[in-house]
């Protein structure tokens, strides 16, 4: 079993598309209109364009706006994304204007910082703990 796709609640998704293939870096893989201006609307890391799918989710049902907002509100972020050095990406997407929640900080082998989508969600940037030698 591997995960196949995955999906974050948007306001609007033409800025999310935006926002996530113009600043975080993603490309997009599948654009589908589904009448009423929604689009089934994904993008993939261009590291790995096979992998798992980002569904950019309009969140006009109410339970998702209400699920969605109660997280930013105790700032817990909605998805986490791996990079290979979480510092660097900050300084990166912070001299784009994203906005960070929390910056990097250090806890044990992973370090992690906080943004803000624009879109109504916080998004975690993290970097993936190293796999003890001898392993793999």
């Not at 113009?22 to 261009?46: C, N, Q, Y």
């Not at 930013?72 to 997407?93: K, M, N, S, W």
């Amino acid at each position: 079993m591997k995960i196949h796709m995955t999906s974050v609640f948007v306001d609007d998704q033409a800025k999310a598309l935006h926002f996530y293939t113009e600043i975080l870096g993603f490309v997009k893989k599948h654009d589908v209109p589904l009448g009423g201006g929604a689009r089934w609307l994904t993008v993939v890391s261009p590291e790995e364009p096979g992998a798992a799918e980002l569904l950019l989710e309009p969140a006009g049902h109410p339970a998702a706006r209400t699920y969605r907002d109660a997280l930013v509100e105790d700032g817990i972020p909605l998805a986490q994304f791996a990079v290979d050095d979480v510092t660097a990406e900050y300084e990166r997407l912070r001299a784009l204007g994203v906005r960070f929640t929390q910056e990097p900080l250090e806890m044990g082998p992973v370090t992690t910082a906080v943004l803000d989508d624009t879109c109504g969600n916080l998004i975690q940037l993290a970097t993936e703990p190293k796999e003890p030698s001898g392993l793999s």
